[in-house]
């Protein structure tokens, strides 16, 4: 039997991340974020799910938005989708809205596939809640909500297995999403906006991202004390995001952010709220180090919530550069799972990926494996 499948882009996710503005919510927003010379990215993401899916799946009726939103996309493939909606030049939720009131009206649609980020997946949730199943392939800035596969090629691989029966459950999951505004001024405000059906499949799903558990504290400034006295002179270090590194700048006495990524050079301020480019320029042909600490729960080191540190800037360092700060209650969340990278260039995943030794407090190290999502 043919398969009924609904494709939904936001053409506009992660445009913000890159140059260091932590989302792309608002027209304000994503005009800055042009000027700051962002570029789409949602569609490219959204073409390697694609292509695992059509590889792996005989037949497939589609179901799309007009344009940027999911045509095009689908007419470069010769799936000839079955146009619901076209949407503005200029697409905001309000287009999201109106093309899934339309997904509902379909007899017996199979699953929602949606490519962006939380913003995303919490205005799907807002319209066809536990209607139909979803799967989401992670395109924003902000990716907490565990309704989105680790990587577009394993969004491919899951919709392909739920498409040819081989995933026959799906799991009510929740739809986080970070108020913007206040992520900006490094404040997280998180509320669940939701639920959606999601196909079961925990090899393929990431988890909900998970806070550093309090009783990390004195093992987070340990371990950051440890960093600081391994600082070398007139080197450039790249450090974020996260609240775990937030005591390597306490200590430094230099003024931190939190959620995004900062640049020092012998103990001292060089640039704050580093953008992409920012750091391009800055460390470039210099010698640089990276600090960065996975994502409690989810476990990416790179690929979630620091876009800045792009496949271009990771080109630029050696593993050697790398220093990974963790606590043990954050690699607890993790269960043995190991930490995350997708940087979108398969060849620079795989060239970082292995065992790394990661500060885990002072003098104290714990080897961590790091694969490709």
Same mark, same amino acid.
């Given at each position: 039997m043919?398969?009924?499948?609904?494709?939904?882009? =936001? @053409?506009?996710?992660?445009?913000? *991340?890159?140059?260091?503005?932590?989302?792309? $919510?608002?027209?304000?927003? #994503?005009? +800055?974020?042009?000027?700051?010379?962002?570029?789409?990215?949602?569609?490219?993401?959204?073409?390697?799910?694609?292509?695992?899916t059509?590889?792996?799946?005989?037949?497939?009726?589609?179901?799309?938005a007009?344009?940027?939103?999911?045509?095009?996309?689908?007419?470069?493939?010769?799936? =000839? @989708?079955d146009?619901?909606?076209? *949407?503005?030049?200029?697409?905001?939720?309000? $287009?999201?809205?109106?093309? #899934?009131? +339309?997904?509902?009206?379909q007899?017996?649609?199979?699953?929602?596939?949606f490519?962006?980020?939380?913003?995303t997946?919490?205005?799907?949730?807002?319209?066809?809640?536990l209607?139909?199943?979803?799967l989401?392939?992670?395109a924003?800035?902000?990716?907490?909500?565990?309704?989105?596969?680790?990587?577009?090629?394993?969004?491919?691989?899951?919709?392909?297995?739920?498409?040819? $029966?081989?995933?026959?459950?799906?799991? +009510?999951?929740?739809?986080?999403?970070?108020?913007?505004?206040?992520?900006?001024?490094?404040?997280?405000?998180?509320?669940?906006?939701?639920?959606?059906?999601?196909?079961?499949?925990?090899?393929?799903?990431?988890?909900?991202?998970?806070?550093?558990?309090?009783?990390?504290h004195?093992?987070?400034v340990?371990?950051?004390?440890?960093?600081?006295?391994?600082?070398?002179?007139?080197?450039?270090?790249?450090?974020?995001?996260?609240?775990?590194?937030?005591?390597?700048?306490?200590?430094?006495?230099?003024?931190?952010?939190?959620?995004?990524?900062?640049?020092?050079?012998?103990?001292?301020?060089?640039?704050?709220?580093?953008?992409?480019?920012?750091?391009?320029e800055?460390i470039?042909?210099?010698?640089?180090?990276?600090?960065?600490?996975?994502?409690?729960?989810?476990?990416?080191?790179?690929?979630?919530?620091?876009?800045?540190?792009?496949?271009?800037?990771?080109?630029?360092?050696?593993?050697?550069?790398?220093?990974i700060?963790?606590?043990?209650?954050?690699?607890?969340?993790?269960?043995?799972?190991?930490?995350l990278?997708?940087?979108?260039?398969?060849?620079?995943?795989?060239?970082?990926?292995?065992?790394?030794?990661?500060?885990?407090?002072?003098?104290?190290?714990?080897?961590?494996?790091?694969?490709?999502?």
């Open positions: 043919v398969k009924k499948v609904a494709l939904l882009i =936001n @053409p506009i996710a992660g445009m913000g *991340g890159r140059v260091g503005l932590k989302g792309t $919510d608002g027209k304000d927003v #994503l005009e +800055e974020a042009r000027r700051r010379g962002a570029e789409p990215e949602a569609n490219q993401k959204a073409e390697k799910a694609l292509k695992i059509l590889d792996k799946v005989d037949q497939v009726e589609w179901f799309t007009g344009g940027q939103m999911g045509e095009d996309l689908l007419n470069k493939y010769d799936q =000839n @989708p146009v619901l909606y076209s *949407g503005k030049e200029e697409t905001g939720p309000d $287009d999201t809205e109106s093309f #899934l009131k +339309e997904v509902l009206n007899d017996d649609i199979d699953i929602l596939l490519v962006g980020g939380d913003g997946a919490r205005d799907v949730a807002k319209t066809i809640q209607e139909i199943p979803a989401g392939i992670p924003g800035v902000k990716i907490h909500s565990p309704v989105f596969a680790t990587s577009p090629e394993n969004a491919g691989e899951l919709l392909a297995g739920y498409l040819n $029966d081989e995933i026959q459950s799906v799991n +009510e999951k929740e739809v986080i999403d970070i108020e913007e505004e206040a992520f900006r001024q490094d404040e997280v405000v998180t509320e669940v906006y939701g639920y959606l059906n999601v196909p079961h499949d925990e090899s393929h799903m990431q988890n909900l991202k998970s806070p550093s558990p309090q009783s990390d004195e093992a987070k340990s371990a950051c004390l440890d960093v600081i006295d391994r600082m070398e002179e007139d080197v450039y270090y790249i450090i974020g995001s996260g609240t775990t590194l937030v005591p390597i700048m306490e200590e430094l006495d230099l003024e931190v952010t939190k959620l995004g990524v900062d640049i020092i050079k012998n103990k001292k301020m060089v640039k704050k709220d580093a953008s992409e480019s920012d750091i391009l800055i470039k042909d210099k010698p640089a180090k990276l600090i960065v600490t996975p994502m409690g729960g989810q476990g990416y080191l790179f690929g979630r919530g620091n876009p800045q540190i792009s496949s271009k800037v990771l080109s630029q360092l050696d593993k050697d550069d790398i220093t700060v963790s606590t043990p209650g954050k690699i607890r969340t993790l269960n043995n799972r190991p930490f990278i997708y940087t979108g260039d398969a060849d620079l995943d795989e060239r970082l990926s292995g065992y790394y030794k990661v500060v885990v407090g002072y003098e104290n190290l714990k080897m961590y494996k790091l694969k490709r999502a």
